[in-house]
């Protein structure tokens, strides 16, 4: 399950070495000045000295990137809601399929117009089986375990992200390397049919014989005997509510409590996915080699993860405040950058600035995932991951463009980036702490879980008057 991580690390990361522009001079031809030629000085093999993108040419390039992200977009909204209704496990292995093939159109595209729609079919895929592979392996485990298995997933996406950086120093032509990143995909693929169905929306659809199935299948493969395992009964009256439960999207907007924390979250996601990929897709754009820079890119967000495990379960700083923390450390990092000469070679640069800020804003983009999923009944779980998942991908439209604003002012993006992990942090401070707290499975259970909790704060201020 964890080895789509890599995978999806190496698509999203694709167009920063693919698309990367070598250095170049324009030379008059014979003489004529109306005749020019293009000469490459660097001798690498990218899609912008295949096609020559540059000069009025060059936004295609950050176009690519942006189609890639439009498609997450659009996957995020058809594939989680459409995982919700028909299961985890067929949405995942058709996106993931399909994925697949689109990555080798974009190995072997003739033209750039070809490849900027493959790119953006990529992305469709690749934000639907990531959106549903992520709420997967969650639903696989005891909610005790999603800390761990949402921070591993996020380790070994910015493990992905090294690898990627490392196979294109050794496979430099494009093709090659878009190929090479892709084919990883088929034995993902072969290996993810084998996968069973998440027991959680099994239970959650009123199928509870065959949630008991797999969980004995689970546990049979874990070295357990677990002949006896019975769940709780859906009645009759319940499993029908299951339908009406499970109304995707529009709950997302009509129950109040949904509502709040929805639009809390979709400014969150969005903050951090500007930062991130801003940061990151940079990469290929600083000074150095730029295998080197995408590989450091990646590991440094390693440190992040173990920090996130061990705050995310102190009962003194839970999700909530661990997430408002580290985002509003990601924009005081970037905020610090406008104080430090551009071109200093001091430890304390713009550079290492920017990867303090990548660190912090990759520790909240994990706690993000998982913070999400626990506030979401499983009954839209997917379809709530699906929407902030798209304003994500908002950001990450964006994040391409972002570096242009340098010809307003040099220090503009950081301040776009600052303002951004200062206000999401904020915000994060309006949802409520899910730490040693039980998961809601249906409305109601969040309904009567949300009276609970006024009943508690409603006594709490009685006794501090008394």
């Known amino acids: 399950q964890y080895m789509i991580e890599v995978y999806m690390a190496c698509q999203s990361m694709l167009i920063v070495l693919i698309g990367s522009t070598p250095k170049y001079q324009i030379e008059q031809q014979d ?107 969650q639903e696989y485990v005891g909610k005790s375990y999603w800390a761990m298995t949402g921070t591993l997933s996020s380790m070994i996406f910015a493990v992905g992200i090294a690898l990627f950086g490392a196979l294109g120093y050794f496979i430099q032509p494009w093709r090659s390397l878009a190929t090479a990143a892709n084919t990883s995909g ?78 809390v979250l979709m400014y969150v996601w969005y903050a951090c996915s500007l930062v991130y990929y801003g940061l990151t897709l940079g990469a290929g754009d600083a000074s150095g080699s730029r295998y080197m820079n995408v590989a450091m890119y990646g590991l440094v967000e390693l440190p992040a993860y173990p920090l996130c495990m061990y705050f995310i379960n102190k009962h003194w700083a839970g999700r909530r405040k661990t997430m408002a923390s580290f985002l509003c450390m990601a924009g005081s990092a970037c905020l610090l950058t406008m104080f430090v000469p551009e071109n200093t070679e001091n430890f304390l640069s713009v550079t290492s600035l920017a990867l303090l800020g990548k660190l912090m804003v990759s520790a909240a983009f994990n706690i993000a995932y998982l913070y999400t999923a626990e506030l979401y009944p499983t009954v839209v779980r997917n379809a709530g991951l699906g929407v902030c998942s798209m304003s994500c991908r908002v950001g990450g439209i964006l994040a391409p463009f972002v570096p242009s604003m340098r010809a307003l002012h040099t220090s503009m993006p950081f301040t776009v980036f600052c303002l951004s992990g200062l206000s999401a942090g904020c915000l994060g401070l309006l949802l409520p702490e899910t730490l040693n707290g039980p998961t809601a499975e ?23 008057k008394v």
């Open 31 to 137: 003489g004529v000045s109306s005749s020019q030629r293009v000469v490459f000085t660097e001798d690498i093999d990218t899609i912008v000295t295949e096609w020559f993108l540059i000069q009025q040419q060059a936004y295609k390039v950050s176009l690519a990137g942006s189609l890639f992200f439009a498609g997450l977009l659009v996957g995020n909204i058809v594939f989680g809601p459409l995982s919700d209704k028909i299961g985890r496990r067929p949405v995942y292995l058709t996106g993931l399929f399909f994925e697949v093939i689109f990555g080798y159109v974009t190995a072997f595209a003739p033209s750039y117009e070809i490849f900027a729609l493959s790119r953006l079919l990529v992305g469709l895929m690749n934000g639907g089986i990531g959106l549903v592979c992520f709420v997967l392996a």
């Open 186 to 263: 088929v034995l993902i693929f072969l290996l993810s049919v084998t996968l069973p169905e998440s027991p959680r929306w099994l239970y959650s659809q009123g199928r509870t014989e065959r949630a008991e199935e797999v969980l004995r299948y689970m546990a049979l493969r874990n070295g357990n005997a677990a002949n006896n395992l019975m769940l709780q009964r859906v009645g009759a009256a319940k499993a029908g509510n299951h339908g009406k439960s499970s109304g995707g999207v529009l709950q997302l907007v009509i129950h109040p409590v949904l509502r709040l924390r929805t639009m």
């Open 442 to 464: 249906t409305l109601e259970d969040l309904s009567m879980a949300e009276i609970k909790l006024s009943e508690v704060v409603s006594q709490t201020q009685s006794a501090s």
